[in-house]
T-cell receptor, first 112, second 113 residues
């Protein structure tokens, strides 16, 4: 059974600081996704990582994938309040039809 | 449509009643997923449709849950004899193919009293 673990699950940080959210998973996969969810809203796709060593950047967010370590990171640079949200990683085993397996999410609060 | 549409946005029902939740995916998307999100939890996979193939029902939590997808487009998730533990947000997502980026609807908040 695929397990996806995110840490931290809760993070409070100040604007201007840098931080990294980690996503570990238990079974070999080369497809990993990051999503953002604002309170009361649905999920918004941020990044799709489809190979070992993949790195994607959008504004102050950068995601990377290390399939050998079964680890993905979401790095926040010079955080701003608008990035406050819950961030989910999700792993796709591929081949089958299990859908994505999601982590529990990282609740991020960025204080002015 | 412009995005994945779900209805109703909120549903309050009494324990033991049946409910139907509807999902209208993005036009042209062949893959459709149902997920359940309980308070403070991640997303739990329920069921997956790909084109006209038989759905993968491996995530359905009990035989009270069923789903269908008509004409490869609109999907309905049905929960029979609802229980309080069924209370959650039910999210539908669609994608162009099996490994495409998922686009989520805004969800149906189900409350079973």
């Amino acid at each position: 059974e695929l397990k996806v673990e995110q840490n931290p699950l809760f993070l409070s940080m100040q604007e201007g600081k840098n931080y990294t959210i980690y996503c570990n998973y238990s079974t070999t996969s080369d497809r990993l996704y990051w999503y953002r969810q604002d309170p009361g809203k649905s999920l918004e796709s941020l990044f799709v990582l489809l190979s070992n060593g993949a790195v994607k950047q959008e504004g102050r967010l950068m995601a990377s994938l290390d399939t050998k370590a079964r680890l993905s990171t979401l790095h926040i640079t010079a955080a701003v309040h608008d990035l406050s949200a819950t961030y989910f990683c999700a792993v796709d085993l591929g081949g089958g039809a299990d859908g994505l397996t999601f982590g529990k999410g990282t609740h991020l609060i960025i204080q002015p | 449509g412009a995005g994945v549409s779900q209805s109703p946005s909120n549903k309050v029902t009494e324990k033991g009643k049946d409910v139907e939740l509807r999902c209208d995916p993005i036009s042209g998307h062949t893959a459709l997923y149902w997920y359940r999100q309980s308070l403070g939890q991640g997303l739990e996979f329920l069921i997956y449709f790909q084109g006209n193939s038989a759905p993968d029902k491996s995530g359905l939590p009990s035989d009270r849950f069923s789903a269908e997808r008509t004409g490869g487009s609109v999907s309905t998730l049905t929960i029979q004899r609802t229980q309080q533990e069924d209370s959650a947000v039910y999210l539908c997502a669609s994608s162009r193919g099996r490994s495409g980026k998922l686009f989520f609807g805004s969800g149906t908040q189900l409350s079973v009293l």
